[in-house]
């Protein structure tokens, strides 16, 4: 938990890689079952967190014996806050789940229910750069938290061969010019909040603006053997401001040559599962071992496995190696030094 006024939450909404939301803490209530659920959410003062001219949505997480369904304990709660809402003003909030003014989320363990509101709306991974996504994207929260295992920070060349929709050359474009991730997005879940500073929240974005560098020193390069994935990456590159930072080229593995002397490869193969079928795997995974063994000799590889027999046909050997969970599929991303 942070603690922070409406500035900080701002500036995490828009600068933050790696959450999905920022929660904005109501408070912790008793919620021994659901008649206490429902009584204790009318303690808590909804004056200037949700007039009725608002709609609402209520979303639970985590249970306990008397307060085991979900739906059930989501339900409890905007029942009691449209009750203390007709209480205080006779009139109350619609429900809009689907794209709702203010968005509350409870959390239940054992007998207290945490409340909050969720200040970013859509999942923050979603930066507004991406319409245009492959078959395996990643997402662009993972692809910078794998930025960061390698610890990048944009000074030396990047490379991903397998660019699909240029998720990797992206993030990795943004963090080296200190592009902030929410800039693109149009909407956040505060926007309709009734406290919105409107005026705060244009000086943060300007000022986002000026921190952001506008060229590179390195270059940062991707290629693919799929025609509509450069079409695809070239699209996000234009969509988010960063195309004439990174190069995207049609190639085939065994056609790829290093782009500078020295630098950071990344890139997450098909693992197979995801793109159907285990057809050929084995070759093209021994086919990738071997250029970046012929044509990568003083670079630093960051592979991310969601194979076994990656690991295996690869004929490299791994320095470093962590598990990381891509979606639902646990993989590890494996650091390799190229010599
Ligand atoms: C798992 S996807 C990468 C997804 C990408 N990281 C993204 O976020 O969109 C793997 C990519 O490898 C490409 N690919 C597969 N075999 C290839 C080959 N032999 N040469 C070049 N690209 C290949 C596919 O076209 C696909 O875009």
């Known amino acids: 938990m942070v603690l922070g006024d409406r500035e900080v939450l701002y500036r995490l909404n828009l600068r933050a890689r790696l959450p999905f939301r920022i929660l904005d803490f109501i408070g912790e209530i008793p919620a021994g079952d659901r008649h206490e659920l429902y009584t204790s959410v009318q303690t ?9 001219d608002l709609t609402l949505a209520v979303r639970a997480t985590g249970k306990s014996l ?13 029942n009691g806050i449209v009750a203390w809402q007709e209480g205080h003003w006779g009139r109350r909030s619609a429900v809009n789940t689907e794209d709702p003014d203010v968005q509350i989320e409870v959390y239940i363990e054992g007998e207290t229910a945490t409340l909050w ?14 319409p245009a996504v492959g078959v395996a994207p990643l997402k ?21 061969p397998l660019c699909g929709s240029g998720t990797l050359l992206l993030e990795a474009a943004a963090i080296a010019i200190n592009q902030a991730p929410g ?8 926007f309709t909040w009734p406290d919105f500073d409107r005026e705060l929240w244009q000086r943060l974005r300007q000022a986002a603006l000026q921190q952001q560098k506008s060229r590179l020193d390195i270059p940062i390069v991707g290629s693919d053997g799929d025609e509509e994935a ?16 990174v190069r995207f080229s049609l190639r085939e593995i065994q056609d790829l040559v290093a782009p500078a002397p020295q630098g950071i490869l990344m890139c997450n193969p098909p693992y ?4 159907g079928g285990d057809r050929d795997l084995g070759e093209f995974y021994r086919e990738l071992g071997k250029v970046l063994k012929q044509q990568f000799g003083g670079w630093t590889a960051y592979i991310l496995s969601g194979n076994k027999i990656m690991g295996t046909t690869l004929g490299l050997k791994s320095c ?20």
Request: proline share 4%; with cysteine; glycine share 6%.
């Open 230 to 245: 450069i079409a695809r990456a070239s699209h996000n590159a234009h969509q988010s401001g960063l195309a004439h930072l």
């Open 140 to 160: 662009e929260s993972l692809a910078s938290a794998l930025l960061m295992l390698a610890q990048w920070e944009g000074q030396t060349a990047f490379c991903d």
């Open 272 to 275: 197979g599962l995801r793109l």
């Open 66 to 78: 008397a307060l085991n369904h979900t739906h059930f304990t989501a339900l409890q709660v905007k």
């Open 183 to 190: 800039l693109y997005r149009d909407r956040f879940g505060f």
């Open 117 to 130: 509101r969720d200040s970013s709306g859509s999942s923050l991974h979603r930066r507004g750069y991406r």
């Open 320 to 339: 470093q190696r962590w598990p990381v969970w891509n979606g639902t599929l646990p993989c590890q991303l494996l650091k390799y030094e190229l010599f």
């Open 44 to 52: 808590v003062d909804w004056e200037d967190r949700l007039p009725p």
